[in-house]
Nanobody, 115 residues
């Protein structure tokens, strides 16, 4: 399986938390640059958080201090812990694995934050 698989989305009230998971194949996960993106209705897909090299991370300004990206190499899984969620965080969240210049996208998981 090349395509990453996301899980963990759902409906949550503003101020709540969710944790998204992204599982990838061991072959890809060991060398790929992993990241989370999101796309709200009518908007372009945007970076949320990603590993840029080793354990170095980058975050969108809009989620800094609220979201945390992490990884478990023993499970070939990347997580996105989302706290203090806001209605504007509502979007489909996608996991991307960049593997030797090729981007593999998951199918996405919907996060809906109610006010």
């Amino acid at each position: 399986q090349v395509q990453p698989v996301e899980s963990g989305g759902g409906l949550v009230q503003a101020g709540g938390s969710l944790r998204l998971s992204c599982a990838a194949s061991a072959t890809i996960f060991s060398v790929a640059v992993m990241g989370w993106y999101r796309q709200a209705p009518g908007e372009q897909r945007e970076l949320v958080a990603a590993f840029t090299g080793g354990d170095i991370t980058t975050y969108a300004d809009s989620v800094k201090g609220r979201f945390t990206i992490s990884r478990d190499n023993t499970k070939n899984t990347v997580y996105l812990q989302m706290n203090s969620l806001k209605p504007e965080d509502t979007a489909v969240y996608y996991c991307r694995a960049s593997y030797y210049g090729i981007n593999y996208w998951g199918k996405g998981t919907l996060v809906t934050v109610s006010s």
